[in-house]
């Protein structure tokens, strides 16, 4: 394990939410850990099982990183990612796709890293002047983040995947001269080439860096309230489970028996947890 531990800017006494988080290494061909994430105050890398129940207190970070698996040294990248993260969220600085980017090459890298790739999903929380819990999502790639409102049955999607497909998809949508639809995008069971990554960050072994391009983030705010879910993760959780097939949360939910409950269904799964997976759960109080 590997964590940094921060001193943060003032919190609320009062916790405003419940969270757990799962990370397994799964079946992965390579057998290697290349997920990453970053929950609260501590980064990690490793293959955990399941992390006790935290309260979770205003300002919050929940963030994940999936090394793409194309190259053998991604873990070196997710794990700049979130060490990136933990960086920024201890100086109080804004997180930002640019800002990670541009601090995950200040290191110089070996050439045989060069070109290694990871995803992002993050959460980042604060109760407003109203009292009210503002949560930002942002993301990079096909890691993802889900939203269970209080009293709902259907976890909903907060992200659209940076692939292939749903480029295609948004170019149709603009020649037949209409937006296209949230519900359109991130379909399953389509052609793995169509599922490509098209926006990642990745590391260079020189000064390279200045002069490539910063990836693409997407980012929401959303009003959470009493008793919504929301859950971050990597694709080795959507890719093989499906949200649909997801339990519901309750306020009598253990959190941690509902993460291993989701991490059995990816073992069980037609895939085999081909892939590392890792997931965070928050329950807002």
């Known amino acids: 394990m590997n964590t940094s531990s921060n001193d943060r800017y003032p919190k609320s006494a009062k916790s405003v939410a419940q969270a757990s988080a799962t990370t397994f290494q799964g079946n992965a061909s390579n057998n290697l850990q290349q997920d990453a994430f970053f929950f609260l105050d501590n980064w990690y890398q490793e293959d955990l099982g399941v992390m006790a129940v935290t309260p979770v207190a205003s300002p919050f970070c929940l963030a994940v990183s999936d090394g793409v698996a194309s190259s053998n040294h991604s873990q070196h990248c997710s794990k700049a990612v979130v060490k990136a993260i ?6 109080r600085k804004s997180i930002r796709s ?7 090459n200040q290191a110089k890298h070996s050439s045989k890293r060069h070109g290694a790739a990871a995803t992002l999903a993050m959460v980042v929380g604060e109760v407003n002047s109203g009292g009210a819990v503002k949560a930002t999502i942002t ?3 096909d890691s993802r983040v889900y939203w269970l409102p209080e009293g709902t049955s259907q976890w909903q999607c907060l992200t659209r995947d940076h692939n292939l497909l749903n480029e295609l998809i948004d170019q149709q949508a603009q020649e037949q001269g209409r937006q296209a639809e949230f519900s359109d995008y991130n379909r399953e069971g389509m052609a ?21 391009e910063v990836p693409e983030a997407n980012s929401c705010t959303i009003d959470v309230n009493s008793g919504d879910c929301l859950l971050v993760c990597t694709d080795g959780i959507h890719d093989l489970v499906p949200s649909h097939d997801w339990q519901t949360v309750s306020a009598q939910t253990d959190l941690q028996e509902w993460l291993i409950t989701l991490k059995n269904q990816v073992y069980d799964s037609d895939g085999n947890a081909y892939d590392n997976g890792t997931a965070i759960l928050l329950r807002f109080d």
Do not use: K, M, N, P
């Open 86 to 91: 933990s960086r920024l969220w201890s100086e």
């Open 139 to 141: 993301h990079v790639g």
């Open 98 to 104: 640019d800002s990670i980017h541009q601090l995950i």
């Open 192 to 212: 793995g080439s169509l599922y490509s990554i098209t926006e990642c960050f990745a590391l260079t072994a020189d000064d390279s860096y200045i002069s490539s």
